[in-house]
């Protein structure tokens, strides 16, 4: 996950006084998606008004039971999700013996162009490779051992168990993994923005750890 929210009651944790309380209002964001709009002689009502529903509603609710492998990943001046999020579900998942690693990127917004810069790429494609294993090359019509669901790209072929939509394009796979992810653009939006973004001359990256 990228910058990710991991427990919705939580959500103002981390943050100035003045942003928690946005966060207790039955107007923003998280309380309209998890109990609805104020309607008839419904008021509406804050993201803690109902404990249950909105743990059910976030990763935090669901950590028991055996996960995939994550790869958990934050920017550490992030001003839209707190990085104690990401924290939250990476010690959640590693006290239970999950496989898991967290990653915070010194000095990375949410979404700005840090991620898209090669050594966060780079990362990312280590830890697939790590966990799926590398690229098997070949015609396409080969039988693979082991079977699995196999993508053919660029003359490669990729396995393609990480949910995500086969695509024409490394550059659109890339795009799939960061946008599918935020929900913040659509999927052909974020093509193309990283296709744009291949050409354009970004700062230095700051240091991961």
């Not at 992030?78 to 990653?103: F, W």
């Not at 840090?114 to 080969?142: A, C, H, M, S």
Request: zero cysteines; charged letters at 15%.
């Amino acid at each position: 996950t990228m910058y990710g929210i991991s427990n919705l009651l939580e959500i103002g944790a981390g943050f100035p006084d003045e942003i928690a309380k946005v966060h207790q209002s039955p107007a923003v964001t998280e309380a309209l998606l998890v109990n609805g709009t104020a309607f008839a002689d419904f008021p509406g009502a804050s993201i803690g008004s109902n404990p249950e529903k909105a743990l059910q509603a976030s990763p935090m609710g669901h950590v028991e039971g055996r996960k995939p492998p994550f790869l958990i990943m934050h920017g550490s001046a992030d001003k839209l999700v707190s990085p104690r999020q990401s924290v939250q579900l990476y010690e959640a998942l590693k006290n239970r013996g999950e496989k898991v690693e967290y990653v915070l990127v010194e000095h990375a917004g949410h979404s700005d162009l840090t991620w898209y810069q090669p050594p966060i790429i780079d990362r990312v494609v280590e830890w697939f490779k790590g966990v799926l294993g590398e690229p098997i090359k070949g015609d396409g019509n080969t039988p693979v051992p082991n079977g699995g669901n196999l993508l053919k790209d660029s003359g490669r072929i990729l396995r393609n168990n990480a949910g995500l939509r086969p695509m024409p394009s490394v550059s659109g796979a890339f795009s799939s993994l960061f946008f599918f992810g935020s929900s913040h653009l659509p999927l052909n939006v974020g093509r193309h923005f990283f296709q744009y973004l291949s050409f354009a001359t970004v700062a230095p990256l700051p240091s991961i750890r």
